[in-house]
């Protein structure tokens, strides 16, 4: 209308003409004679000036994906206009419909829904679907779009189906809990002609007058009804024209009747009424999915902007009778009866027959890997026959053909069976074989964390031998030359990945192939890719780099055949675990992917992962024990089930397995001959273990003070890297556990220990890989060979030796600087040596130890034997100053005099500044003594001076090592640490002469040493002023509990016996000391039997010790005592015992020799083919029956080979 207020001009708002109502409804009355063009079809209709709403601002126009019709699928290039509306069948051949208007959105007034909607259709939005939910106004109930039906066929507006980029939708806005309707008519119901309309109506509608009373319509959500919203592309004035328009009833646009109305349109039953929420399963014929559905349920990614609630079981029982009520089936048009009721949608924890459900096909396995031995992880039917496999899953009553290739690298990270999945894609929780109620999620009796019984012992350190175990052929260490943190071990190759990749041969150790990553990118994660069979294996590798990408690389022609960019998003892959003939790829952010094999038998990149799943982040490590992954992030163990189909449980346990006792998880392994325990390592040097059965806490381990870094199982061994360098083996046979070996393997932290049972069945080694943070990887023989043949050989030395038993005799005293002359002022210390010695039993040998025989306080003396060089020149007697001279001499004289009736000679004499060592042999012991040496370890002042240190004395009796060690530790109540630290000083110094000939090394030494160590000897005996003292205790408390006789209180808070107790780490654990039955020797007030009453009072302590280590047991104490002698603040102590030494027979050696050597080749066939087969059977699949058959052809092969090996 022109601002005059003249007649309506010609043309409407938009610049369309304005037609008389007849003209558009003979226009619309001729629409279905055959042959009729459409009008114009050239011309677009030019766009209404009104302004777009929001959601509809975008370049592209945004239309919600729906089901495709179970009609034929229009092409892509079919749109329609207002123009060129047909009925279903119709032939058209009208061009694209022009640009439609943009209208914003219609004020929240109750209306009653459109009878006439038309939409161009549009191609499905290329922003997220999230953004879409997120715009819609406030007033609409968000139940509306939740509680759609989850059916492919009317699924939300938040699902995309990528694989029907061009499906024509015409989508009109609907009611709350109403699904949306077709535009199109069933074939059996030709439409009325429409009346006409104007250029600028989009829709009619009923007047509301001339409709019947309805009932009100069920509120099935139990919430109150929201008004319908009026649609978004017509605003309020067009809706009240349009109103005013569709007053006659009885010309009713052909597409406002429902699918299932039969051709009766305009009936206010069916338009009046709210629909009856569509349930998820289509009925029959149609309850297979739609091949786009099927790509979406193989790719589980869900584009959800809200997570939908359960349904109450209620609300399902509402809609069922609503639905029988009605009698009207609304939705998508499908070919089915009309009338037919539809399924009700069932409560949440069962699953309908119906349900769509996602299978997978696992691709057969290529020969000659049979199908693995399965364990059954659902409810499967007994009389159905399945071919033998990992996974067995369970046979629904309604299986869907296998889904297509994922379309995309994201995949569902959530448990399917969890309720805040959309029940499309919900799967029903199954049982685990074998698996206890109280473990699985739900349980409620599982073992709470705690409550696990912890071990105080450490390991037995008694028989520790520190030899490194060389393999006896190949290359024993390999220099990476680059910082590498990351490897994999198959038989003879050796792959490490970092900056760059590179493989080498463990034979002869030369450089097989070099990959640079790129810059800025860095492999974090590789594995040698499986083979379609055990032939195949070692031939590629898989590996992860920190942009989430994996790579996959020919070893043969040293290049890259296939990638994956993204296929963990920009997530670095931190880990890839082989499972069979599968791979598990685990990224930062916790997505884990399981690759299954496609139809060669193999994972490959080209197909994407089969199955992904959520796990928490903050992974320190993971172990794949049977099926399952056992993932831990700091202290707490998860347990979790991947599968192929996705179906079983995924979370085991409900709760974490967690250990308060016990620090962060940092390691794991698992041991063949304890096949119910998985092995857990901690940050503070403990080891817990685990049930595979009920999940529960068997025990937790003290197993060293240092950080364990990577655990290896090796049959009954335990195989620890440590981060201080060492690897430890632990043999778990014994209770408690002893360590077998320990050595120093890196010079820094062991990163990872691999033990690789491929290496036995590939070239007949057994061995284990280490790559330490000084980036070298170094090869140890897993089956400990030389241990083994030396451990046999002493354990039957009796068979080729003669053994003797010696009579020692050791004293240790702290003489306060005192002197011979000092013994003579009172009878009792005057008659102190004589008692001694004649109360011995006539001893072998004899050794005199003491402490302190210079005055320690005098600052003068002290420094003027710091800075005065010492004489490296002359005799004993002139090197030895008078107060070490005064006691040597007064001790020869004391036993020509008291022990007259034997003959004895000074073997040595060793001073260290204050310390002083003699040792007396009988004289007919001294020409069966050889391979005499000394040495000295000084400690004090950091290692410098030697008023704190040891004396070190060692020699040959026949066949047997002795080494006799004085010490003088650091004082002080507060220096315990200290003290540990000059022990481990003192025993781990390789100060003395080592033995060449590995046949001495093997009898006369213990623990793989040759001698120059303290402990490498078969009898050690240790005595000196240790200096520990007891803890925790005021000095009143121990000196009345020491004239009370409580001693037994006192030991228990003793710092030795403390650190034996609980420091694995303290070297004197190695040694043994008879019970303590006297009083503490340390400090008394010189002169009386009254414990210190000076300024400073210091605490009673047992500071003066006697410690001896006898190898099996060839050392034996008769006493334990201390004397009263009154000239120092420290009383002496003494003990007596029986040395066995050995003598060997050459010729009996020889024949024990061979023996042990055919011993062990049987035992090597033995645990060869135990390895042999575990690799086959647990690592590549094969049942027992083929890889016992693979075994033996193998065998037979190199027996041909070398004929001459097995000749009698």
Same mark, same amino acid.
């Given at each position: 209308?022109?601002?005059?207020?003249?007649?309506?001009?010609?043309?409407?708002?938009?610049?369309?003409?304005?037609?008389?109502?007849?003209?558009?409804?003979?226009?619309?009355?001729?629409?279905?004679?055959?042959?009729?063009?459409? &009008?114009?079809?050239?011309?677009?209709?030019?766009?209404?000036?009104?302004?777009?709403?929001?959601?509809?601002?975008?370049?592209?126009?945004?239309?919600?994906?729906?089901?495709?019709?179970?009609?034929?699928?229009?092409?892509?290039?079919?749109?329609?206009?207002?123009? =060129?509306?047909?009925?279903?069948?119709?032939?058209?051949?009208?061009?694209?419909?022009? $640009?439609?208007?943009?209208?914003?959105?219609?004020?929240?007034?109750?209306?009653?829904?459109?009878?006439?909607?038309?939409?161009?259709?549009?191609?499905?939005?290329?922003?997220?679907?999230?953004?879409?939910?997120?715009?819609?106004?406030?007033?609409?109930?968000?139940?509306?779009?939740?509680?759609?039906?989850?059916?492919?066929?009317?699924?939300?507006?938040?699902?995309?189906?990528?694989?029907?980029?061009?499906?024509?939708?015409?989508?009109?806005?609907?009611?709350?809990?109403?699904?949306?309707?077709?535009?199109?008519?069933?074939?059996?119901?030709?439409?009325?002609?429409?009346?006409?309309?104007?250029?600028?109506?989009?829709?009619?509608?009923?007047?509301?007058?001339?409709?019947?009373?309805?009932?009100?319509?069920?509120?099935?959500?139990?919430?109150?009804?929201?008004?319908?919203?009026?649609?978004?592309?017509?605003?309020?004035?067009?809706?009240?024209?349009?109103?005013?328009?569709?007053?006659?009833?009885?010309?009713?646009?052909?597409?406002?009747?429902?699918?299932?109305?039969?051709?009766?349109?305009?009936?206010?039953?069916?338009?009046?009424?709210?629909?009856?929420?569509?349930?998820?399963?289509?009925?029959?014929?149609?309850?297979?999915?739609?091949?786009?559905?099927?790509?979406?349920?193989?790719?589980?990614?869900?584009?959800?902007?809200?997570?939908?609630?359960?349904?109450?079981?209620?609300?399902?029982?509402?809609?069922?009778?609503?639905?029988?009520?009605?009698?009207?089936?609304?939705?998508?048009?499908?070919?089915?009866?009309?009338?037919?009721?539809?399924?009700?949608?069932?409560?949440?924890?069962?699953?309908?027959?119906?349900?769509?459900?996602?299978?997978?096909?696992?691709?057969?396995?290529?020969?000659?890997?049979?199908?693995?031995?399965?364990?059954?992880?659902?409810?499967?039917?007994?009389? $159905?026959?399945?071919?033998?496999?990992?996974?067995?899953?369970?046979?629904?009553?309604?299986?869907?053909?296998?889904?297509?290739?994922?379309?995309?690298?994201?995949?569902?990270?959530?448990?399917?069976?969890?309720?805040?999945?959309?029940?499309?894609?919900?799967?029903?929780?199954?049982?685990?074989?074998?698996?206890?109620?109280?473990?699985?999620?739900?349980?409620?009796?599982?073992?709470?964390?705690?409550?696990?019984?912890?071990?105080?012992?450490?390991?037995?350190?008694?028989?520790?031998?520190?030899?490194?175990?060389?393999?006896?052929?190949?290359?024993?260490?390999?220099?990476?030359?680059?910082?590498?943190?990351?490897?994999?071990?198959?038989?003879?190759?050796?792959?490490?990945?970092?900056?760059?990749?590179?493989?080498?041969?463990?034979?002869?150790?030369?450089?097989?192939?070099?990959?640079?990553?790129?810059?800025?990118?860095?492999?974090?994660?590789?594995?040698?890719?499986?083979?379609?069979?055990?032939?195949?294996?070692?031939?590629?590798?898989?590996?992860?780099?920190?942009?989430?990408?994996?790579?996959?690389?020919?070893?043969?022609?040293?290049?890259?055949?296939?990638?994956?960019?993204?296929?963990?998003?920009?997530?670095?892959?931190?880990?890839?675990?082989?499972?069979?003939?599968?791979?598990?790829?685990?990224?930062?952010?916790?997505?884990?992917?399981?690759?299954?094999?496609?139809?060669?038998?193999?994972?490959?990149?080209?197909?994407?992962?089969?199955?992904?799943?959520?796990?928490?982040?903050?992974?320190?490590?993971?172990?794949?024990?049977?099926?399952?992954?056992?993932?831990?992030? =700091?202290?707490?163990?998860?347990?979790?089930?991947?599968?192929?189909?996705?179906? @079983?449980?995924?979370?085991?346990?409900?709760?974490?397995?967690?250990?308060?006792?016990?620090?962060?998880?940092?390691?794991?392994?698992?041991?063949?001959?304890?096949?119910?325990?998985?092995?857990? =390592?901690?940050?503070?040097?403990?080891?817990?273990?685990?049930?595979?059965?009920?999940?529960?806490?068997?025990?937790?381990?003290?197993?060293?003070?240092?950080?364990?870094?990577?655990?290896?199982?090796?049959?009954?061994?335990?195989?620890?890297?440590?981060?201080?360098?060492?690897?430890?083996?632990?043999?778990?046979?014994?209770?408690?556990?002893?360590?077998?070996?320990?050595?120093?393997?890196?010079?820094?932290?062991?990163?990872?220990?691999?033990?690789?049972?491929?290496?036995?069945?590939?070239?007949?080694?057994?061995?284990?890989?280490?790559?330490?943070?000084?980036?070298?990887?170094?090869?140890?023989?897993?089956?400990?060979?030389?241990?083994?043949?030396?451990?046999?050989?002493?354990?039957?030395?009796?068979?080729?030796?003669?053994?003797?038993?010696?009579?020692?005799?050791?004293?240790?005293?702290? @003489?306060?600087?005192?002197?011979?002359?000092?013994?003579?002022?009172?009878?009792?210390?005057?008659?102190?040596?004589?008692?001694?010695?004649?109360?011995?039993?006539?001893?072998?040998?004899?050794?005199?130890?003491?402490?302190?025989?210079?005055?320690?306080?005098?600052?003068?003396?002290?420094?003027?034997?710091?800075?005065?060089?010492?004489?490296?020149?002359?005799?004993?007697?002139?090197?030895?100053?008078?107060?070490?001279?005064?006691?040597?001499?007064?001790?020869?004289?004391?036993?020509?005099?008291?022990?007259?009736?034997?003959?004895?000679?000074?073997?040595?004499?060793?001073?260290?500044?204050?310390?002083?060592?003699?040792?007396?042999?009988?004289?007919?012991?001294?020409?069966?003594?050889?391979?005499?040496?000394?040495?000295?370890?000084?400690?004090?002042?950091?290692?410098?001076?030697?008023?704190?240190?040891?004396?070190?004395?060692?020699?040959?009796?026949?066949? &047997?090592?002795?080494?006799?060690?004085?010490?003088?530790?650091?004082?002080?109540?507060? =220096?315990?640490?200290?003290?540990?630290?000059?022990?481990?000083?003192?025993?781990?110094?390789?100060?003395?002469?080592?033995?060449?000939?590995?046949?001495?090394?093997?009898?006369?030494?213990?623990?793989?040493?040759?001698?120059?160590?303290?402990?490498?000897?078969?009898?050690?005996?240790?005595?000196?002023?240790?200096?520990?003292?007891?803890?925790?205790?005021?000095?009143?408390?121990?000196?009345?509990?020491?004239?009370?006789?409580?001693?037994?209180?006192?030991?228990?808070?003793?710092?030795?016996?403390?650190?034996?107790?609980?420091?694995?780490?303290?070297?004197?654990?190695?040694?043994?000391?008879?019970?303590?039955?006297?009083?503490?020797?340390?400090?008394?007030?010189?002169?009386?039997?009254?414990?210190?009453?000076?300024?400073?009072?210091?605490?009673?302590?047992?500071?003066?010790?006697?410690?001896?280590?006898?190898?099996?047991?060839?050392?034996?104490?008769?006493?334990?005592?201390?004397?009263?002698?009154?000239?120092?603040?420290?009383?002496?102590?003494?003990?007596?015992?029986?040395?066995?030494?050995?003598?060997?027979?050459?010729?009996?050696?020889?024949?024990?020799?061979?023996?042990?050597?055919?011993?062990?080749?049987?035992?090597?066939?033995?645990?060869?083919?135990?390895?042999?087969?575990?690799?086959?059977?647990?690592?590549?699949?094969?049942?027992?029956?083929?890889?016992?058959?693979?075994?033996?052809?193998?065998?037979?092969?190199?027996?041909?080979?070398?004929?001459?090996?097995?000749?009698?």
């Amino acid at each position: 209308m022109d601002p005059g207020g003249g007649p309506p001009a010609s043309d409407g708002p938009d610049g369309s003409s304005i037609k008389p109502v007849s003209s558009l409804r003979a226009k619309f009355e001729n629409m279905n004679k055959a042959g009729d063009a459409p &009008t114009t079809p050239a011309t677009p209709r030019p766009v209404s000036p009104v302004p777009k709403p929001e959601r509809l601002q975008s370049a592209a126009p945004v239309a919600a994906p729906r089901e495709p019709p179970a009609v034929p699928k229009m092409r892509p290039k079919d749109k329609l206009n207002l123009a =060129g509306l047909h009925p279903l069948g119709a032939n058209t051949n009208s061009p694209d419909s022009p $640009t439609r208007p943009g209208l914003p959105a219609v004020s929240p007034r109750p209306i009653h829904p459109p009878s006439l909607l038309v939409e161009p259709p549009q191609s499905p939005p290329k922003r997220s679907v999230e953004g879409t939910v997120g715009d819609r106004p406030g007033f609409l109930n968000t139940d509306s779009l939740v509680k759609q039906p989850l059916s492919p066929g009317t699924g939300p507006r938040t699902f995309k189906i990528p694989s029907r980029p061009h499906t024509p939708i015409l989508e009109p806005r609907t009611p709350v809990l109403e699904p949306r309707r077709s535009p199109r008519l069933t074939p059996s119901q030709p439409p009325s002609p429409p009346p006409p309309r104007r250029s600028t109506e989009l829709r009619r509608e009923r007047s509301v007058k001339d409709m019947k009373p309805t009932p009100p319509p069920i509120n099935r959500a139990e919430k109150p009804t929201v008004p319908f919203r009026s649609s978004y592309l017509a605003d309020a004035s067009q809706v009240q024209e349009l109103r005013n328009r569709l007053n006659n009833h009885e010309k009713v646009s052909p597409f406002s009747s429902p699918p299932s109305s039969n051709g009766s349109p305009g009936t206010p039953e069916e338009d009046d009424i709210p629909p009856e929420l569509p349930t998820r399963p289509r009925p029959q014929i149609h309850s297979r999915q739609p091949p786009e559905m099927q790509g979406l349920g193989r790719s589980n990614t869900f584009h959800v902007g809200f997570e939908p609630p359960p349904v109450h079981h209620s609300v399902a029982s509402k809609r069922r009778d609503q639905s029988d009520t009605n009698g009207v089936s609304k939705g998508p048009i499908t070919p089915q009866l009309t009338g037919e009721h539809r399924p009700v949608l069932p409560a949440r924890p069962p699953q309908s027959a119906l349900e769509p459900v996602r299978t997978v096909t696992v691709a057969s396995v290529a020969p000659p890997r049979p199908p693995r031995p399965g364990v059954n992880t659902n409810v499967q039917d007994p009389g $159905t026959v399945t071919t033998a496999q990992k996974r067995v899953s369970s046979t629904p009553t309604a299986q869907l053909p296998p889904p297509p290739s994922r379309s995309h690298g994201r995949s569902m990270t959530v448990d399917r069976t969890s309720s805040r999945v959309p029940s499309a894609f919900r799967a029903t929780p199954t049982p685990v074989e074998t698996r206890p109620a109280d473990a699985l999620i739900g349980g409620a009796n599982r073992p709470e964390p705690g409550l696990a019984p912890a071990v105080a012992a450490y390991p037995d350190t008694s028989n520790t031998n520190r030899s490194k175990p060389y393999l006896s052929k190949g290359a024993h260490e390999i220099a990476t030359k680059y910082d590498s943190r990351v490897f994999a071990v198959c038989g003879d190759l050796v792959c490490t990945t970092g900056t760059l990749t590179r493989l080498w041969n463990l034979l002869d150790g030369d450089l097989l192939m070099s990959l640079p990553m790129g810059e800025g990118q860095r492999g974090s994660s590789v594995i040698f890719k499986p083979g379609h069979n055990v032939d195949e294996e070692g031939k590629r590798l898989w590996i992860g780099n920190n942009f989430g990408e994996l790579i996959e690389v020919d070893i043969v022609t040293q290049s890259i055949v296939s990638n994956r960019p993204n296929s963990h998003g920009r997530h670095e892959i931190i880990k890839i675990h082989r499972h069979y003939n599968e791979l598990w790829t685990l990224d930062e952010g916790g997505t884990l992917h399981v690759w299954g094999p496609d139809e060669t038998g193999v994972p490959s990149l080209a197909n994407g992962p089969t199955q992904s799943f959520r796990l928490p982040k903050g992974h320190l490590f993971s172990i794949v024990v049977d099926d399952e992954l056992w993932l831990s992030t =700091g202290k707490e163990i998860r347990v979790f089930l991947p599968t192929l189909d996705g179906r @079983a449980q995924f979370q085991v346990l409900v709760r974490p397995l967690i250990q308060d006792g016990a620090g962060d998880v940092t390691a794991g392994a698992l041991l063949t001959s304890e096949p119910d325990k998985v092995f857990f =390592g901690h940050t503070d040097g403990k080891i817990s273990i685990y049930s595979r059965s009920n999940y529960s806490c068997l025990a937790v381990m003290n197993m060293s003070g240092y950080k364990i870094n990577s655990l290896a199982g090796v049959g009954q061994y335990m195989w620890a890297g440590f981060n201080n360098g060492k690897i430890s083996v632990y043999d778990m046979s014994q209770t408690p556990w002893a360590v077998k070996k320990d050595w120093q393997a890196h010079d820094n932290p062991v990163v990872k220990l691999i033990a690789d049972p491929s290496s036995v069945y590939r070239f007949d080694r057994y061995q284990v890989v280490s790559l330490g943070a000084d980036n070298m990887l170094r090869s140890w023989d897993a089956l400990l060979q030389e241990d083994w043949l030396s451990g046999e050989m002493k354990n039957k030395d009796t068979s080729y030796c003669t053994m003797e038993k010696l009579k020692v005799l050791c004293l240790t005293w702290n @003489a306060g600087a005192s002197t011979p002359n000092s013994l003579r002022y009172s009878d009792g210390d005057a008659s102190f040596f004589q008692n001694l010695l004649q109360s011995s039993d006539s001893p072998d040998i004899l050794i005199f130890g003491f402490q302190e025989l210079v005055d320690l306080e005098d600052k003068t003396a002290t420094a003027k034997r710091f800075l005065k060089p010492k004489k490296k020149e002359g005799s004993d007697q002139e090197r030895m100053s008078h107060q070490y001279r005064d006691w040597r001499d007064f001790l020869v004289r004391s036993l020509d005099d008291y022990m007259s009736g034997d003959l004895y000679q000074l073997l040595h004499t060793a001073p260290l500044v204050g310390l002083f060592t003699c040792v007396f042999v009988k004289a007919d012991l001294r020409e069966r003594i050889t391979n005499l040496s000394s040495a000295e370890v000084k400690r004090g002042m950091g290692g410098l001076h030697g008023n704190k240190g040891a004396i070190v004395v060692r020699f040959m009796v026949d066949d &047997t090592s002795l080494c006799f060690i004085n010490c003088h530790l650091a004082a002080g109540q507060s =220096g315990a640490n200290q003290r540990h630290n000059d022990i481990a000083a003192i025993l781990d110094a390789s100060i003395l002469p080592g033995e060449r000939d590995p046949a001495v090394r093997m009898d006369s030494y213990v623990g793989g040493g040759d001698g120059t160590q303290i402990l490498d000897h078969e009898l050690c005996l240790l005595n000196g002023d240790l200096n520990y003292r007891i803890d925790t205790m005021s000095r009143d408390t121990v000196v009345t509990a020491v004239k009370s006789g409580n001693l037994t209180k006192l030991l228990e808070r003793d710092q030795l016996l403390v650190a034996r107790r609980r420091n694995p780490g303290f070297r004197l654990r190695a040694f043994d000391e008879m019970p303590i039955t006297f009083a503490p020797t340390y400090k008394y007030d010189v002169g009386t039997d009254n414990y210190d009453t000076s300024e400073k009072k210091r605490s009673p302590a047992w500071c003066d010790r006697l410690l001896y280590r006898g190898s099996r047991g060839r050392i034996e104490q008769l006493d334990y005592r201390r004397h009263e002698v009154r000239v120092s603040d420290h009383r002496p102590v003494s003990g007596r015992f029986r040395f066995t030494v050995k003598r060997i027979d050459p010729r009996k050696r020889a024949t024990a020799w061979m023996q042990c050597q055919q011993r062990w080749e049987d035992l090597r066939v033995k645990e060869a083919g135990e390895a042999k087969l575990y690799y086959l059977t647990k690592i590549i699949g094969y049942d027992v029956t083929t890889a016992q058959r693979l075994i033996s052809e193998r065998s037979n092969r190199r027996d041909h080979r070398s004929p001459s090996r097995h000749r009698e």
